[in-house]
């Protein structure tokens, strides 16, 4: 029976009721140790009775290291329907529990291979899966179960994880739960031990603090009266506990130990290795009569969590050795080297490097297990350069599990054991990997520079590849001498003559666009785009890169090709950590060809995905281009938070700067729309003509031509159509020639740049009115309005159809005319695949969600484009 939690209880059966009607649902019970939250846990597995097809794991702290093992304990029930899940993801969830040898893959793939599993199992009937001790699950379960946790919608599942304080997981729906009150806490004292003393009871109630476990146990450890002490309640309970073991025969005691140092729970393993330290089952059944552990099924189980730190933290190191290396000589390999690392303190060049083979291995699994493996072997290894050798890859693979905090200090620690240039190299292009993603984008900048000074002479290709880092950086940055710097030296090196990889190129024109100079910068970066065709197909690196410089010189068209092919080959191969990078560039390619319902759904999957991913810098820039679309939709209460998040970071400064100069813009407030768009313009060349149109609003034309005049240079080099679009509209308004808005007008429609053209349609209606040319502004103005409802841009709409009423003509809004705006952004994007043919489980296999909520996607969408039928989807125009 549970008392005092009313609230809780009610919270519970909301959850269970939810993913009953098909709604799924993630609590996370949060509260200090023995507070109940166990308890919680099992009256939620008892009222989801035979209804609920029900799922039970949980962390061990001896066990925290070793991949997916508490993964594999929780879906091991129902691992055998893998077989319904994208071929892909299955195999990434195979590898991850080692039940192949084939690599995991992207670790967030498993989260998706999780996800299409649990959706998979929930199709007969709703799922509950309950983790108790979260905060003790070896980080790869740990990610997989949040990952997918965040990605829950219609599944019909309920996942409950409980966990102490010290678990974070933002962006989850959390319920602490907090103490008994003093009545509660007095009706489980005399619930549990009714004829204890009053002078006793009172002192339990006021010691356990309405803690139930230590309601439970502390009358048990002071039955005549006793004192109690005055240690924190962890320790007190740990104390109650380790009175109960001191009853228990010494075989019991053993096999009791045996089970705290091993997770897996397997009855038949831990009696193996108690058996070498002479315990058997009588010692087992021991165990089970003291009511210490249960033998559940296939597990023994301890009856609480703190049960096992007390019996593990009662024995002495010597004893806990001797147990570590009686359950290596039963384990698997890989949990064997584990146990016998727990048994040794002193280095051990022998064990050091049998971890380090563990880690190669756990490397195809898990980042987060193959840096435990090379930090345990790290310490463990005698030599000194070695010993820093280790804690570099250990750093690494921290980098590649999301530990950047770690991966920090560990490249801290090994560069302080080593003075080899190349491994002093490796370590600060680690280092510079933290400070890039916390936004210490001089601070990585300093630190390439100085490590790559050493290199230069023997190592040159070495630091070629730092020194284009520095350069990125001055890009995001805007840090015209930090770049000049980096440039300089590179050239100084004389490498860099693959054609693949135009080292120079990239660092020369990057500089020069730095430098205002875009007639010396585009033919060279033009350079590094066309170096890309001589890539092999699988150099997601250098393609990406060669993408984000497409977009620098303007070629949209080339630069949509290469994001398409390579968010079409990372999402086929489950690169889920590539996908924010192609997301965003399709986002920003999308958005400047005036296709906005496409940019939002790219722009927030990026933003999801790099959120989950940890790609901060990344996770700005969607920001900032949601920031952008919000502006145009005219949508102040998102854009400015949305700006703020994205200029938090370097790298979304551009867009956030950009999307608040167009919101002052279309509001009118001309001089802050200047100051904000000026600072866009620096890096951002499509921003120049908003800059021009609100200086001449603000009559200052000697700004406004200093501006075109430097757009015109970087159109003349650049050489696209959109470009020259805009640049004729800024000579319209600028010069007053009629005949440049025509131009305009003509570029942007062979551009196909409707935005850009319902704009510049807009800038003459506009004119036309004011000189009474009224039939001809209302000729041009309809078109503007058109567009723009299409498109959902509502500040220019009102505009337009302002203009429009002044000339005279009454406005009517189409109904249909926006029903694709009414769209989420991932509603979009599951119709527009459900319109080429693509099944649920293909949709969701691409968009990272289960089949469930694909179905459930186009269930919302279909009366808002006024269908019922999936077939109709194909004959809607869906751009």
């Known amino acids: 029976m549970l008392y005092g939690r009313t609230r809780e209880q009610e919270a519970l059966d909301r959850l269970l009721r939810d993913a009953a009607d098909g709604v799924s649902g993630v609590l996370v019970l949060g509260g200090d140790p023995g507070v109940g939250k166990s308890a919680l846990l099992d009256h939620a597995v008892e009222r989801a009775g035979a209804e609920f097809t029900v799922l039970r794991g949980g962390g061990v702290e001896s066990e925290a290291e070793l991949p997916y093992a508490g993964l594999h304990l929780l879906l091991m029930p129902v691992l055998a329907q893998l077989e319904a899940l994208p071929e892909v993801q299955a195999t990434a969830l195979r590898g991850a529990l080692g039940m192949t040898a084939a690599r995991a893959g992207d670790r967030f793939l498993v989260g998706v291979a999780v996800l299409s599993l649990l959706a998979a199992v929930s199709a007969e009937r709703p799922l509950l899966c309950v983790v108790d001790d979260t905060q003790w699950l070896d980080r790869a379960s740990a990610d997989a179960l949040l990952f997918a946790a965040r990605r829950l919608r219609s599944e019909r599942v309920a996942l409950l994880l409980a966990a102490r304080e010290e678990f974070h997981a933002p962006g989850l729906p959390e319920l602490r739960v907090s103490p008994l009150d003093a009545s509660a ?419 927030d999957h990026a933003e999801q995905v790099a959120a989950q991913t940890g790609q901060t810098h990344l996770e700005a820039q969607a920001c900032g281009v949601r920031a952008w679309l919000a502006a145009v939709r005219g949508v102040e209460e998102d854009c400015r938070p949305l700006a703020e998040r994205a200029a938090a970071m370097p790298s979304g400064q551009v867009w956030a700067q950009w999307a608040l100069g167009l919101l002052e813009l279309v509001r009118g407030r001309y001089e802050q729309a200047a100051d904000h768009l000026a600072r866009a313009a620096r890096q951002q060349p499509a921003a120049v003509p908003d800059l021009v149109e609100a200086l001449v609003r603000l009559q200052e034309p000697e700004r406004a031509r200093a501006a075109h005049d430097r757009f015109a240079r970087w159109t003349a080099a650049a050489g696209q159509p959109w470009a020259q679009g805009l640049l004729a509209r800024c000579r319209s308004l600028l010069d007053g020639d009629e005949q440049d808005f025509a131009t305009a007008i003509d570029l942007h429609r062979a551009a196909d740049r409707p935005f850009d ?35 959902g841009a509502l500040p220019w709409l009102d505009r337009a159809s302002s203009e429009l009423r002044a000339t005279g003509e009454s406005l009517t809004r189409s109904a249909d005319a926006a029903s694709l705006s009414r769209l989420t952004p991932q509603e979009l994007q599951v119709v527009r695949l459900a319109a080429t043919g693509a099944s649920n489980k293909e949709i969701a296999a691409q968009l990272f969600l289960s089949p469930r909520t694909v179905g459930h996607h186009l269930y919302k969408a279909y009366p808002k484009l006024g269908v019922t039928t999936r077939t109709e989807l194909a004959g809607l125009i869906l751009s």
């Open 185 to 603: 806490s007095a009706e489980l004292v005399d619930a549990i031990a009714p004829g204890l003393a009053v002078d006793v009871r009172e002192r339990v109630l006021a010691e356990a603090g309405g803690n139930p476990l230590g309601l439970i146990e502390l009358p048990r450890s002071a039955p005549g009266g006793g004192d109690l002490g005055e240690l924190p309640l962890t320790r007190r309970l740990l104390d109650a506990f380790g009175q109960r073991l001191t009853a228990l025969s010494e075989p019991a005691g053993t096999l009791l130990l045996v089970a705290a140092a091993e997770d897996t729970g397997d009855p038949a393993l831990i009696l193996r290795a108690a058996a070498r330290l002479g315990a058997d089952e009588r010692a087992l059944e021991e165990c089970e009569r003291s009511g210490l552990v249960e033998v559940a099924g296939a597990r023994v189980r301890f009856r609480h969590p703190l049960v096992r730190s007390a019996v593990y933290q009662a024995a002495g190191f010597a004893r806990r050795g001797a147990v570590h290396r009686a359950l290596a000589e039963v384990s698997a390999p890989e949990r064997r080297i584990w146990h016998l690392a727990a048994a040794v303190t002193e280095p051990d060049e022998r064990l050091a490097a049998e971890l380090e083979r563990s880690a190669e291995t756990f490397l195809r699994r898990s980042g987060h297990a193959a840096a435990a493996a090379w930090e345990r072997a790290a310490l463990l290894t005698p030599e000194a350069d070695a010993r820093a050798v280790r804690l570099a890859k250990a750093a690494e693979a921290a980098i590649s599990a999301g530990r950047l905090r770690r991966a920090a200090q560990l490249t801290d620690q090994a560069a302080r054991l080593t003075g080899d240039e190349l491994v002093r190299a490796h370590l600060a292009n680690l280092r510079a990997d933290v400070d890039f993603e916390h936004g210490a984008v001089e601070a990585a900048s300093l630190t390439l520079l100085e490590a790559a000074r050493p290199l230069a002479a023997a190592h040159p290709d070495r630091a070629t590849s730092l020194l284009i880092q520095v350069v990125r950086n001055a890009w995001y940055a805007h840090d015209v001498k930090l770049a000049r710097r980096a440039t300089d030296l590179l050239m100084s090196l004389g490498s860099g003559t693959d054609p693949a990889r135009p080292a120079s190129a990239m660092a020369t024109g990057i500089t020069a666009l730095l430098e205002d100079d875009p007639a010396r910068a585009l033919p060279l970066l033009r350079e590094v785009v066309e170096g890309a065709r001589h890539v092999d197909h699988g150099e997601h690196g250098l393609r990406n890169n060669a993408l984000s410089v497409a977009l620098l010189v303007g070629d949209h068209a080339t630069a949509l090709s290469m994001a398409r092919a390579l968010a079409t080959e990372c999402a086929a191969l489950g690169m889920v950590a590539w996908l924010p990078h192609t997301h965003l560039a399709l986002a920003g390619v999308e958005l400047l060809r005036g296709r906005h319902l496409d940019a939002a759904a790219d722009a």
């Open 757 to 791: 053209a319902a704009r510049t349609r807009l800038l003459l209606g506009e004119r036309l009115r004011r000189e009474r040319r009224k039939q001809e502004a209302r000729t041009v103005l309809r078109e503007a309005v058109h567009t723009f409802e299409r498109l």
